[in-house]
């Protein structure tokens, strides 16, 4: 019974049931009209091309934007429409909406649209289209409020209500100076709240956080997400307000840095999607293939060093991979975490220097742990599956364990310091510490393990 009242409604399958019913046109779109654009925008992906081509008349060009804003790939719906329908679709959605759209459209399709949309959404694409894909300007939005510093609040009210039916982003008023510069912002509620008497500069935040049209994404989205602003002015070097990042806006940009770093994490140029060819996804993923290729061969040739130790003490080969891939999996770790900590830039040396010294620690405790594991359960397999006597067999377990905490100490400060040292040289440490890191904790571990079965098994207590 209680399963029966929590079951969320199928609204999108109303939906289609009142499409498909025999409503006249006035009271099918007067019952849609009760749904949320997200409903409706997923039961318009469940309709055939012919049906939604009927539906785009009866919608209009106003409602169908609305529709789109929810669609996960418009671009490939608004292909459906001819030119001009397609023009007036785009001119209704946010300036920041139609440029993603425009993105995924060939150079062509693109300029021929935003020569057909009017003047003033024409204007503001074009500005947005302007900035490359990593500046703050390529994510704003032109849908604010604006006032100028010196209105009533009476004249202020007038003038949100004014804007209010073209620009819908209203909790937070944008106000200007006498020379039309950004002067501060006041929040909705507060000149709701005001009295006619009171001066509209008693609530006006004159310290209002902002950030440059110029600004790489990259450098400020923390700085955005501190503030949790509803959303944040966009300036020119001159002071000129030119548009706003909202918080969906911001959500939109941290997911689709987040995909590019776990892109880059793989080694990857760029992230890959579904409709990618072959081809494509090859240039993406063989660049740092090669690279590593040539470092693993000298990762082999350093194996080939020790092949004394494999020749006296085969039994030492079974346990490579089990050092190789746990001083992988712990670099990996610190390198998460350091490329975390790294995106705070006000970060001293000697907190780089505590995050060393925590991760070393860190590898240092768990490699201990894992180390007496090792020992143990080694020494026993090598006794009694490989039925070697068992002072020769925990020995053996023994070099296998210490090192295994060896090669995690090692590859925990590797896997802190490669990426402080890209980040130092302004390289994106994301991109060259991934890859890199993989091959370097080889190299250690291989060194850490044979280098001690040499020295340990071989040199000082002569197991030939």
Request: charged letters at 25%; aromatic letters at 8%; one cysteine or more.
């Amino acid at each position: 019974m209680m399963e029966k009242m929590l079951k969320k409604p199928d609204y999108a399958k109303e939906i289609l049931a009142i499409m498909h019913g025999s409503f006249s046109k006035e009271e099918m779109l007067d019952r849609i009209a009760d749904y949320h654009e997200n409903d409706i925008a997923e039961a318009f992906e469940l309709l055939s091309e012919s049906e939604r081509k009927s539906w785009y008349q009866m919608f209009g060009p106003e409602q169908i934007a609305e529709i789109f804003s929810y669609i996960d790939d418009p671009d490939s719906y608004l292909k459906e429409l001819p030119l001009d329908e397609a023009a007036k679709v785009l001119s209704f959605m946010d300036s920041d909406d139609a440029v993603d759209i425009l993105d995924e459209m060939d150079h062509s399709t693109q300029e021929k649209l935003v020569g057909l949309l009017d003047e003033e959404s024409g204007h503001d694409i074009k500005m947005i289209l302007s900035y490359e894909d990593d500046e703050m300007g390529s994510k704003m939005t032109t849908n604010f409020i604006v006032i100028h510093n010196n209105l009533t609040i009476r004249q202020a009210m007038r003038e949100l209500v004014q804007q209010a039916g073209e620009n819908d982003n209203i909790s937070t008023v944008y106000v200007l100076d006498e020379n039309d510069k950004f002067y501060g912002a006041i929040d909705l509620k507060d000149l709701i709240v005001a009295r006619q008497e009171d001066n509209l500069e008693d609530i006006i935040s004159t310290s209002y956080p902002y950030v440059n049209d110029h600004e790489m994404i990259d450098d400020c989205i923390e700085r955005i997400k501190d503030y949790a602003e509803d959303s944040i002015p966009v300036l020119t070097e001159d002071n000129l307000l030119i548009g706003v990042i909202t918080a969906m806006d911001i959500i939109e940009a941290v997911d689709e840095e987040m995909g590019e770093d776990y892109a880059k994490l793989a080694g990857l140029t760029a992230e890959e999607d579904l409709k990618e060819t072959t081809i494509e996804s090859m240039k993406k993923r063989l660049p740092w293939l090669i690279i590593l290729l040539f470092l693993g061969m000298g990762v082999s040739s350093v194996v080939g060093v020790f092949e004394t130790v494999v020749a006296v003490l085969p039994v030492v080969m079974c346990f490579q991979s089990l050092i190789l891939d746990m001083a992988g999996n712990v670099g990996t770790q610190s390198l998460a975490v350091t490329i975390r900590v790294l995106m705070d830039e006000t970060l001293s040396t000697k907190q780089k220097l505590g995050l060393v010294v925590k991760e070393m620690r860190i590898g240092l405790c768990n490699g201990l742990f894992l180390g007496v594991l090792a020992f143990v359960f080694i020494g026993f397999y090598i006794w009694l599956l490989k039925h070697n006597p068992v002072a020769h067999a925990f020995v053996i377990s023994g070099c296998v364990g210490f090192s295994l905490m060896t090669a995690m100490v090692i590859s925990s400060m590797v896997g802190t310091l490669v990426p402080m040292f890209f980040h130092k040289i302004k390289i994106d440490p994301a991109v060259a510490s991934g890859p890199l890191i993989t091959t370097i904790n080889d190299l250690v571990a291989v060194v850490t393990y044979y280098g001690l079965a040499w020295l340990l098994l071989i040199h000082v207590l002569h197991m030939v």
